[in-house]
């Protein structure tokens, strides 16, 4: 206020402005509220698609979570069925990857063979093979051999750097192909590839999710052959227990049957049919020139009764035992009803007795032949190489179990030959001047040894013969020796003439 003016016109210019400018302040106002309610929507509007993201991010996420969860659930189901986890892999990947068709390939030497498929692209050209040669011109071929994951947006147009695929792709009808190498351990062992009808690339979020597939199916394949391998090791182990067991139980019989083999040979066939899942088991002696029935297995009496009356027979005979025997060498029939080794009077056996496969070993002793060992089966197809292996251990054991009786029985008679031989030498030691007790203990031993009823010792001088002993002799008899001396060839019968 200037000095010297008055105070109620400084007070009426001093409101004049303020009212002249209140419009500009509202206006300004408005357009802040105005830009902040913008802001807030574009916030908003941010957060809503942030949240829409976040939301089909965790919708993916679970669903990629569930079809693991689902194709470890296949795994654990199927541990032996590749197949199956494999069709799982290529419907989950098909379906997350937003592709029409899906395909799981094994490497199998120059070949890319096709092990699980979903989708209809294929159906469009069925005579196109499911399996095609391994090479650089096609998508496939390319992956495997490089090592590497490879896309072709547009198959079709690419005739002169993929050949084979690009030809095909028109054939059946696919442009776009991706394919993701199966690596185990760094070798490949197969490809999945996905294919789309229309040009469309796969992003890199499903190239990503491809090759998690990928390493399902590596998974599934390996722990099959895990699995398979553990229970080819498991039944190794259970057969070569099992067959420790019998040959346990074997040699336990022989060492309980010294001198008796029929045992032994009850023990070996019945081993011999359980280990190799045979219907009947037969075990024969070779005698002369004759086959002898030595023990078998059979289902009933009359099946053992029509065993039996097949024995003896000549070693000359037909038949697969004579064969056997006369071939030295193991028989292998896949189908006893129709095989010309097998004779009419064999097949009709074998029909009759419901068998079609049979195995004939022969039991060798220094390079003879002294038996055969025989198994049949039910089902055609004879016996693998493994069970006839197994089956000629068993012709061992029965040829030990024979030896064996025979070694012990020739000891058991020289031990009996060398205490008879020392049971007279300590007589004579004992009885310097009285030969009647030598005479005595050497009949004795001389009749206990041959196993004999009857026994006399005497004695020639050169002119006559004077009986000494006797074992078993009647009293008419006794009469009769003891007579006294006699000269043979004197014209009187005598016992000893």
Same mark, same amino acid.
């Given at each position: 206020?200037?000095?010297?003016?008055?105070?109620?016109?400084?007070?009426?210019?001093?409101?004049?402005?303020?009212?002249?400018?209140?419009?500009?302040?509202?206006?300004?106002?408005?357009?802040?509220?105005?830009?902040?309610?913008?802001?807030? +929507?574009?916030?908003?509007?941010?957060?809503?698609?942030?949240?829409?993201?976040?939301? #089909?991010?965790?919708?993916?996420?679970?669903?990629?979570?569930? =079809?693991?969860?689902?194709? /470890?659930?296949?795994?654990?189901?199927?541990?032996?069925?590749?197949?199956?986890?494999?069709?799982?892999?290529?419907?989950?990947?098909?379906? /997350?990857?937003?592709?029409?068709?899906?395909?799981?390939?094994?490497?199998?030497?120059?070949?890319?063979?096709?092990?699980?498929?979903?989708?209809?692209?294929?159906?469009?050209?069925?005579?196109?093979?499911?399996?095609?040669?391994?090479?650089?011109?096609? @998508?496939?071929?390319?992956?495997?051999?490089?090592?590497?994951?490879?896309? @072709?947006?547009?198959?079709?147009?690419?005739?002169?750097?993929?050949?084979?695929?690009?030809?095909?792709?028109?054939?059946?009808?696919?442009?776009?192909?991706?394919?993701?190498?199966?690596?185990?351990?760094?070798?490949?062992?197969?490809?999945?590839?996905?294919?789309?009808? =229309?040009? #469309?690339?796969?992003?890199?979020?499903?190239?990503? /999710?491809?090759?998690?597939?990928?390493?399902?199916?590596?998974?599934?394949?390996?722990?099959?052959?895990?699995?398979?391998?553990?229970?080819?090791?498991?039944?190794?182990?259970?057969?070569?227990?099992?067959?420790?067991?019998?040959?346990?139980?074997?040699?336990?019989?022989?060492?309980?049957?010294?001198?008796?083999?029929?045992?032994?040979?009850?023990?070996?066939?019945?081993?011999?049919?359980?280990?190799?899942?045979?219907?009947?088991?037969?075990?024969?002696?070779?005698?002369?020139?004759?086959? @002898?029935?030595?023990?078998?297995?059979?289902?009933?009496?009359?099946?053992?009764?029509?065993?039996?009356?097949?024995?003896?027979?000549?070693?000359?005979?037909?038949?697969?035992?004579?064969?056997?025997?006369?071939?030295?060498?193991?028989?292998?029939?896949?189908?006893?009803?129709?095989?010309?080794?097998?004779?009419? =009077?064999?097949?009709?056996?074998?029909?009759?007795?419901?068998?079609?496969?049979?195995?004939?070993?022969?039991?060798?002793?220094?390079?003879?032949?002294?038996?055969?060992?025989?198994?049949?089966?039910?089902?055609?197809?004879?016996?693998?190489?493994?069970?006839?292996?197994?089956?000629?251990?068993? =012709?061992?054991?029965? +040829?030990?179990?024979?030896?064996?009786?025979?070694?012990?029985?020739?000891?058991?008679?020289?031990?009996?030959? /060398?205490?008879?031989?020392?049971?007279?030498?300590?007589?004579?030691?004992?009885?310097?001047?009285?030969?009647?007790?030598?005479?005595?203990?050497?009949?004795?031993?001389?009749?206990?040894?041959?196993?004999?009823?009857?026994?006399?010792?005497?004695?020639?001088?050169?002119?006559?013969?004077?009986?000494?002993?006797?074992?078993?002799?009647?009293?008419?008899?006794?009469?009769?020796?003891?007579?006294?001396?006699? @000269?043979?060839?004197?014209?009187?019968?005598?016992?000893?003439?």
């Amino acid at each position: 206020m200037r000095r010297g003016a008055k105070p109620g016109k400084a007070k009426v210019k001093a409101r004049l402005p303020v009212a002249r400018k209140a419009p500009k302040k509202e206006a300004s106002g408005r357009r802040e509220i105005e830009k902040r309610l913008a802001e807030s +929507v574009e916030r908003e509007k941010a957060t809503g698609e942030l949240l829409q993201e976040k939301t #089909r991010a965790l919708t993916e996420a679970l669903e990629q979570q569930t =079809a693991t969860s689902e194709i /470890l659930h296949v795994i654990s189901n199927s541990p032996t069925d590749v197949r199956s986890v494999l069709d799982a892999v290529a419907e989950s990947a098909a379906r /997350l990857c937003d592709s029409l068709d899906s395909g799981i390939f094994r490497v199998d030497g120059n070949m890319v063979r096709l092990v699980a498929h979903k989708g209809p692209i294929p159906a469009a050209g069925r005579a196109t093979p499911p399996d095609s040669p391994l090479v650089r011109g096609t @998508v496939n071929g390319r992956a495997i051999m490089e090592r590497r994951t490879i896309q @072709v947006a547009d198959l079709q147009a690419e005739t002169q750097e993929f050949p084979e695929g690009s030809a095909r792709a028109r054939q059946i009808g696919w442009r776009t192909q991706l394919s993701v190498p199966l690596l185990r351990e760094g070798t490949v062992i197969g490809v999945i590839s996905l294919r789309r009808t =229309a040009v #469309r690339p796969f992003t890199d979020t499903q190239i990503s /999710l491809l090759q998690t597939f990928a390493d399902q199916a590596v998974i599934a394949i390996e722990n099959v052959r895990l699995f398979t391998e553990l229970q080819a090791s498991n039944r190794e182990l259970t057969t070569a227990l099992d067959q420790q067991t019998a040959t346990s139980d074997i040699l336990r019989v022989i060492s309980q049957s010294q001198t008796d083999v029929q045992p032994v040979f009850d023990a070996i066939v019945a081993s011999a049919v359980r280990l190799l899942r045979a219907y009947t088991g037969v075990l024969t002696r070779l005698e002369g020139d004759q086959i @002898v029935l030595a023990a078998l297995t059979s289902t009933d009496d009359a099946a053992a009764a029509a065993h039996r009356a097949l024995f003896p027979r000549s070693r000359q005979s037909v038949g697969a035992l004579a064969q056997a025997i006369r071939d030295r060498a193991p028989l292998n029939i896949g189908n006893a009803h129709t095989d010309p080794r097998i004779s009419e =009077a064999g097949r009709a056996f074998a029909r009759i007795r419901g068998y079609q496969s049979q195995v004939v070993v022969p039991l060798l002793h220094s390079d003879a032949v002294v038996g055969t060992i025989s198994l049949t089966r039910r089902e055609r197809g004879g016996f693998t190489d493994d069970e006839i292996a197994l089956l000629q251990t068993f =012709a061992d054991q029965a +040829v030990i179990a024979i030896e064996n009786a025979r070694l012990f029985t020739e000891l058991e008679g020289r031990n009996r030959d /060398l205490t008879a031989t020392s049971e007279i030498l300590r007589v004579i030691s004992s009885s310097p001047t009285d030969l009647q007790p030598v005479f005595d203990a050497i009949l004795d031993k001389a009749t206990g040894l041959c196993d004999a009823n009857l026994g006399a010792l005497g004695r020639y001088d050169g002119e006559r013969y004077e009986h000494l002993a006797h074992r078993g002799a009647s009293p008419e008899f006794q009469t009769y020796l003891f007579s006294g001396p006699r @000269v043979p060839g004197g014209g009187r019968r005598h016992w000893a003439a």
